[in-house]
């Protein structure tokens, strides 16, 4: 595929219609023929059908209007739906070998988690949403939800009997005075693993464990430190975790 044209939108959803004709006019230039595929104005208007219903995500066009045309239309808009404006980012390719007739494909969210912008909304739709909010609020908000991230992983931890007193404290003054002492939190009941700027350790309802810098996963942290394939489960299965943690500590 080769990229013809990439264009950033932000209109309101009353203006989604108009939106729609501008996008066929530009995609007739690249038709052979001065008129447009019926097949890819069908869909094209399924298209902002679909962008007007969900909240966030990507639609994709694939056109193709007859066999002997060489080359079809390939049409991805990103978009985010939020409080009656719409950012798009639109791209447009040229590809050989679609099938006969067009298509439209749609990787979308109905709505935004808990009625505000998360994490999976941030990275999937970075460019978009910068073009909504702008790259200040975007750097503020990915700092805000990283940090809200982390902390709920360690009120979880916390409900299983681990001490994270300290790393709140230490997770707040990231936060606040913009350090990064604490990269990551991976907690994976009834273990906690959190990867410092010097060390990977790992924390459990037994005391806590330095661990290898290569490993990323809480309950891969335990399997590698007590040197077994699985962990315990069942009735006994924190008493084995305590003799494992045990045996492996002396």
């Given at each position: 595929?080769?990229l013809?044209r990439?264009?950033d939108?932000?209109v309101?959803?009353?203006?989604?219609?108009?939106?729609?004709?501008k996008?066929?006019?530009?995609?007739?230039n690249?038709?052979?023929?001065?008129?447009l595929c019926?097949?890819?104005?069908?869909?094209?208007?399924?298209a902002?059908?679909?962008?007007k219903k969900?909240?966030?995500?990507?639609?994709?066009?694939?056109?193709?209007?007859?066999s002997?045309?060489?080359?079809?239309l390939?049409v991805?808009i990103?978009f985010i739906?939020?409080?009656e404006?719409?950012?798009?980012k639109v791209?447009v390719y040229?590809?050989?070998?679609?099938?006969?007739?067009?298509?439209?494909?749609?990787?979308?969210?109905?709505?935004?988690?808990?009625?505000?912008i998360?994490?999976d909304?941030?990275w999937?739709?970075?460019?978009?949403l910068?073009?909504?909010?702008?790259?200040e609020?975007?750097?503020r908000l990915?700092n805000?939800?990283?940090?809200r991230?982390?902390?709920?992983?360690?009120?979880?931890?916390?409900?299983?009997?681990i001490?994270?007193?300290?790393?709140?404290?230490?997770?707040?003054?990231d936060?606040?005075?913009?350090?990064?002492h604490?990269?990551f939190i991976?907690f994976?009941?009834p273990?906690?693993l959190?990867?410092?700027?010097?060390?990977?350790?790992?924390?459990?309802?037994?005391?806590?464990y330095?661990?290898g810098?290569d490993t990323?996963?809480?309950?891969r942290?335990?399997?590698?430190?007590?040197?077994?394939k699985?962990?315990p489960?069942?009735?006994?299965?924190?008493?084995?975790?305590?003799?494992?943690?045990i045996?492996?500590?002396?």
């Amino acid at each position: 595929m080769s990229l013809l044209r990439a264009t950033d939108h932000v209109v309101e959803t009353t203006q989604l219609e108009d939106f729609g004709e501008k996008l066929l006019k530009n995609l007739a230039n690249y038709q052979r023929n001065t008129n447009l595929c019926p097949n890819l104005l069908v869909h094209v208007q399924k298209a902002i059908k679909i962008i007007k219903k969900k909240a966030y995500g990507r639609v994709s066009i694939h056109g193709k209007c007859d066999s002997n045309q060489k080359d079809g239309l390939f049409v991805q808009i990103s978009f985010i739906h939020r409080k009656e404006v719409v950012a798009m980012k639109v791209l447009v390719y040229t590809s050989a070998g679609w099938s006969k007739g067009s298509q439209v494909r749609s990787n979308t969210r109905k709505k935004i988690k808990g009625k505000t912008i998360d994490l999976d909304l941030l990275w999937r739709l970075k460019d978009v949403l910068i073009l909504m909010i702008g790259p200040e609020r975007v750097l503020r908000l990915k700092n805000y939800l990283e940090y809200r991230e982390k902390r709920q992983k360690l009120l979880k931890a916390a409900k299983c009997g681990i001490d994270v007193d300290e790393l709140k404290e230490i997770l707040k003054s990231d936060y606040y005075h913009r350090y990064v002492h604490i990269e990551f939190i991976d907690f994976d009941e009834p273990f906690l693993l959190v990867g410092t700027t010097e060390k990977h350790i790992l924390y459990t309802p037994y005391g806590k464990y330095e661990v290898g810098m290569d490993t990323f996963y809480a309950r891969r942290a335990f399997r590698e430190f007590v040197k077994v394939k699985r962990v315990p489960y069942g009735k006994d299965a924190m008493k084995k975790i305590e003799a494992l943690l045990i045996q492996a500590s002396i």
